[in-house]
Each structure stands twice: as structure tokens, then as C-alpha cells.
């Protein structure tokens, strides 16, 4: 055709919705991503990224070729409406696919970069139409997405409302620690994982002062408490991981002036009641490891106390090995007693193993996704 410009050859595919969504309403996150040092990003793309991950299920073996979510999926906020997100989703999305992950040997021999989000697939691209948003995840990353052994797990409903990036961190790093209650980072460790490191330029090399002293984001500790905890607290005050921190000083000062803080103790404030959360009760598979649970007279108690460290899958088997004893010779004379004691020391096995692992993560500083703009 006279007046074709021949030199456009960008493949407008459209962004319909092809699948109805299945939101699990639980994110499963692996700590090698938890415990990363992550790059601040927009609340609207750590929004879109829980959309996503709150569809893969423990049962798949691969990710999906794509995801897809109803862009009121991720609107947790009063004053914007589908109309008026398009824009901080266009920004957001623009965030997440320039999101690399970095991997590292401790020797520093290795190093290599992977993108988060796969934007080379031309038939069905990373983007939004019609109320519908998009998202491939980069295929190679599959392992820290698909049957993730070591994780971190936390209910959905509570991190969409949150407002703030320090929250959502926050979120994410307590709800490792719910067991025990207590987060005790070095402020090293700290500054790490809430982006608040030293410093870097376009090519990766640390910024450095007037003075030749490399540059922290939040150098003074009052600035690092005030612009990092103070909204997360107001914020999670309302969910399961209320929390209160206090500062951690050097224990003896050889010179003189103010002992300097050298960590920092948060405590959880609302432990488990007993009660089982209303969201398990509404997920239908989590719902059927309970009324098998509650068949062999497991208590709620201990089901809301260990439940989500054992695992749906490891319960299943439980009840498997109890009906199969049951019917040999070694019948079960007492569930109530039985059954319960035998929980309860499988659960409290995992939350031990939990807490190994997870400071593992906390102190492996190589092997592991060093994420400039993270999920």
C-alpha cells in the first residue's frame, strides 16, 4: 500500500484474558528471594508480582507459558479506581522488566544476570488490555517459582492493603520468623535487606562521599528508624505481624559519646490464638487437609499451630500412615492423645528445621539473587 511505512514491524498482539484466574490467596515466596538484597520498587509492581505467585499451586512442575489478573485484582486503595491505575500500572510494569537477578560465586569467579519477566515472546507480550494485565515469568528462574522447598509463606489479603515498600519487606521477612516471634538482624544485615546499603552508580560500582567514605542510603540511625520502620508499624499494626522493635547498642565503648546502635530486636506482637485463619477455611484444598485433620481428632489448635510449617502435603501423608495402621494390627486405640502427640512433634521438627534454614539464608552471601529492582 502507497504511504506503508515497510520499517514498522511491531507485532500488535491482543491482551485478552484466556484463563479464569485462580487466586490461592497465599504467597509462597523462596528465601533466597526473602533474604535477598532487594532494590526498592513501586508498591504496584510488588502487587502484580503477588498476583502472580499467589497462582502457582504445589502441584505444578513447570510455570505457566503466562499469567493473567483483572487489573482490580491488585487496587487495594480507596482513592484509585480502574480507570485512574492504568498509568501507575503502565509505570510498574515498566519496572518489573527491567528487574535482574544477580548470582555470584564467593570467589567472585562466576557471576551471571537473569531478567525477571520473559519479554521476547511477540505472541503474547508482557503488558495490559481491557482491564487485563499480563505477565510472563522469565522461564530460567523456574526453580526459585515451581515446588520451592524453602519459603516463606503469608496470606495475601493483608500484604495487598499495605501501602508501603518498607511494609510489604517487612511483611514478607516476619512472616519467616512467626514461629519464634523474634527478627534480631546486625544493622549491617538490616540496612541490606531494606535497600539501604551503600550506594551504587549506573555501572554497579559503589557512590562514594566528598571525603573518599562510601555513601549509605540513611547514614544516621535516627533517619534509618524514622524512614524505614515508622510507616511498617502503623501499617501491620492491624495484621498478624503487629510488631515493636527496640535498638540494639555495643555492648562496652572504648571512647567517649554515645554507644552506637549495632542491631535492632522486632518483636511480633500477635502470636497464634488457636484459631484457624478464615482464609485456610476458604482455600478448598487447604480445607480438605483440615476436615482430615479434624477426622482423626486433631485439635484446631494445634491444626492453626502447625499446619502451614508441616505442610498440606506432609499432612496428607500423616493421615495416610494413621489409616494404614489402623487397619493392621496396630490399631489406634486413642486418636484424641495419639494422633495430636504425633502432630504436634512433626510440626514442632519442621519449625525447628525452619529456623535452621532460615538463618542459612540470612548468612549465605553468595549463590543467591542479588536483585536490582526486585519482586
Known sequence: MIGQDKRNTQLVIPLELTYEPQHNEIIKQHWNVTF????????AAKRIM???MDQIRDDEYALRPYYQFRIGDIIADADITQDTAYKPI???LRELTDVKWEFESLDG???YVRHLLDTTNYEMPVGYKNGIITVLLNPALQPYFIKVAHYTKYQLSNYMSLRSWYSMRFFEILSAFRDTGVWSPNIEQYRQLMDCWYEKDKRGNNKKNKDGTLKLKYPQT?????????EAIQELANTNLAFTYEAIYESERITKGRKKVTGFKFTIQRKLDGRIPDFWLNN???LRVINNLRSWKVTDKNIAT?????????????VYEWQIKSNS?????????????????VGKAAQERLKKEVQSALERNYDTPNQKNPV
Open 50 to 52: 503477588a498476583r502472580v
Open 329 to 345: 494390627n496396630e490399631l489406634i486405640q486413642d486418636r484424641l492423645k495419639y494422633c495430636n502427640a504425633v502432630f504436634v512433634k
Open 36 to 43: 535477598a538484597r532487594q532494590g526498592k520498587m513501586s508498591v
Open 90 to 92: 503502565k509505570a510498574a
Open 222 to 230: 535516627a533517619d534509618l528508624i524514622k524512614y524505614t520502620m515508622s
Open 284 to 286: 478448598a484444598i487447604v
Open 306 to 318: 502447625y499446619l502451614e510449617d508441616i505442610g498440606t502435603e506432609a499432612a496428607n501423608k500423616l
Open 109 to 111: 569467579k562466576e557471576w
